[in-house]
């Protein structure tokens, strides 16, 4: 989930941050030049620090794959590197001193990353890694300007969270602020002010959200009995972390508001896109009157200050007079159609696949001509909201920037345009089969709405499998042996033996060693859901290629038998819920 702004090619300093600065992984055409044009007596200092940013590209590489076990190997290699500096008495004395209590620092963290490594222990690794990353541009800053070239800030090249808004960004389109070592990434502007403000607080929640144990949270909607067609009707929000009764009453401004409301009739006829207003009590508070009667699904979008970001699910039900039966969503086969006087095409590439990204882009003509006065709304240049026909699955996004994502998808400028006429979405849906799909847009203060019906190829058992086992493992939660040589299905003679029956009630469940079991004997897994998880709903368990879609109140086993000692993942439909047995 995104709202992008295009990057600007100069670095822009606020209040100590760099913002927009290229990290080590770029230098500018300038900083280069002035590297190659090295003086003499440092040659032999810049040929040794070419293999010191060598050995921090390696260092990277490894955390970034979150193999822990080979931190040990890279951190000393790169302090082997870093003392060769001291032969190079090039400096002044003053100079000469403070490098030389920089290495001995360089040294003292390269024992912390060994010991963090050794640990498994990521968030202390990656605390270190960004500790390196500052002392060693602290060494680069004792020599002449281009001597020496910054290695900069931690890069990230896939998806990470924005530690303002808490969704989900991609760095090749986002836009960034280099603080302490590392690049943080940013739905849109605004969030990167916030963050410029307050940045010690952000990049410490940063840390918590992106590497502590995830908070829980629950949405309880308060209505009256009996809700009449036609008639206003009071709705009350109460947001509650998992296990507290008291309800949270603090919340992360969002697109200039503290919750986004999506609600809809449960065939997908009717839409709406509202703000509850958050009362002294913490409660949510929205006056609303439904034309028809019907069952309608609601979807609390919201992000408690020290959380991250939420959909929540609620539904009520709506008396008056009978409702008309409406035909079930179809696919639209023309991608272009005329709203409010706007004429409208969707263009998409690839084709919509569950479980992979893609790029719709969207352009607005009037009376045959673009329109290119847009304007931002809710602090983005357009929102999207996507719901399964079965009511359960939602995701809301925002309009990208142009840029190459890690994925193989390229927004260029002419798709991602400031004010029009194209704007595009990059759109990853959890699900096969059908969607429907709003984009809102705005001009002149009017909110222009733009409905489309489209089917979503299902993602093979084959790919999902591999794609959560993939996940897991960089999660670090899969890293005794590959899933081949961890288990395998029970053979009909292994089962002859009493199976180790094992019990995980879910959502709960979705957590890193959620039972223990024994190698070389069967396992009967049984998945138990208490209440409703959303995306956590279907289980898939790759060791031995095995999924399903539960129901409230509804088990599943799954028998196995583990061959190793190590960590068997599980995870939700979307790889965002994650849990794991532990085999000894």
Not at 106 to 127: E, I, P, W, Y
Not at 473 to 490: L, R
Not at 526 to 532: A, I, N, P, R, V
């Amino acid at each position: 989930m995104k709202t992008i702004f295009s990057k600007r090619p100069c670095a822009l300093l606020i209040g100590g941050l760099i913002l927009g600065s290229p990290g080590f992984a770029g230098q500018s055409h300038a900083a280069t030049a002035r590297a190659e044009a090295v003086p003499s007596q440092f040659e032999g200092s810049a040929a040794t620090w070419r293999d010191v940013r060598t050995g921090v590209r390696e260092l990277d590489g490894i955390v970034a794959a979150r193999k822990l076990a080979e931190v040990h190997e890279a951190a000393f290699n790169l302090r082997d590197s870093v003392r060769e500096l001291r032969s190079g008495k090039v400096l002044s004395d003053g100079a000469q001193s403070k490098l030389q209590s920089l290495i001995k620092q360089v040294d003292a963290l390269a024992n912390d990353l060994d010991s963090s490594g050794d640990k498994n222990d990521l968030r202390g690794t990656v605390v270190n890694q960004r500790k390196m990353h500052v002392l060693l541009d602290q060494i680069a800053a004792l020599y002449p300007m281009g001597a020496l070239p910054k290695v900069g800030p931690i890069v990230s090249k896939t998806a990470v969270k924005d530690p303002v808004c808490r969704m989900t960004v991609d760095p090749a389109t986002s836009s960034k602020v280099a603080y302490n070592g590392q690049t943080y990434y940013f739905c849109s502007k605004d969030e990167t002010a916030v963050f410029a403000k307050n940045p010690a607080h952000y990049a410490k929640l940063y840390e918590e959200l992106t590497y502590g144990k995830p908070r829980s949270y629950a949405l309880s909607l308060g209505r009256p009995s009996q809700i009449v067609a036609g008639r206003n009707v009071p709705l009350t929000f109460a947001v509650r972390q998992a296990g507290s009764p008291a309800v949270v009453g603090e919340f992360q401004l969002i697109h200039e508001k503290l919750m986004h409301l999506i609600m809809v009739s449960d065939d997908l006829s009717w839409f709406a896109h509202e703000h509850p207003q958050l009362g002294r009590d913490g409660r949510f508070r929205l006056n609303w009157k439904f034309a028809r009667p019907g069952r309608y699904l609601l979807f609390a979008d919201f992000t408690p200050a020290n959380g991250l970001n939420q959909i929540l699910r609620s539904e009520l039900s709506v008396s008056g007079a009978k409702a008309h039966n409406l035909p079930r969503l179809t696919p639209d086969t023309r991608l272009s159609k005329s709203v409010d006087g706007f004429d409208v095409a969707v263009k998409i590439a690839p084709q919509l696949q569950a479980g992979r990204a893609s790029l719709l882009t969207y352009t607005i003509t009037r009376n045959g001509k673009p329109v290119t006065d847009m304007q931002p709304y809710l602090g983005a240049m357009g929102h999207l909201m996507a719901i399964h026909q079965n009511g359960r699955d939602l995701v809301h996004t925002h309009v990208s920037g142009a840029g190459a994502g890690d994925d193989g998808l390229t927004i260029t400028p002419e798709m991602a345009t400031s004010k029009g006429p194209k704007f595009t979405y990059k759109l990853q849906l959890p699900t096969g089969g059908v969607y429907k799909i709003w984009a809102q847009f705005q001009r002149g203060g009017k909110i222009l709405t733009v409905p489309f019906v489209f089917r979503v190829q299902g993602e093979t058992m084959k790919n999902k499998m591999m794609t959560i086992a993939a996940t897991a493992a960089a999660m670090g939660t899969m890293h005794a042996a590959p899933a081949k040589n961890a288990a395998k299905p029970a053979s009909k003679a292994s089962l002859k033996a009493a199976p180790q029956k094992i019990m995980v009630t879910l959502p709960g469940g979705y957590k890193t060693g959620a039972a223990t079991v024994k190698a070389g004997k069967p396992v009967a897994l049984t998945f138990y859901l208490k209440s409703d998880a959303g995306c956590g709903n279907i289980v898939a368990f790759p060791t031995a290629k095995w999924q399903k879609n539960l129901k409230v109140g509804e088990k599943a086993t799954v028998t196995f038998t583990p061959k190793k000692s190590g960590t068997l993942a599980f995870a939700c439909d979307m790889n965002m819920m994650k849990g794991s047995i532990l085999v000894k």
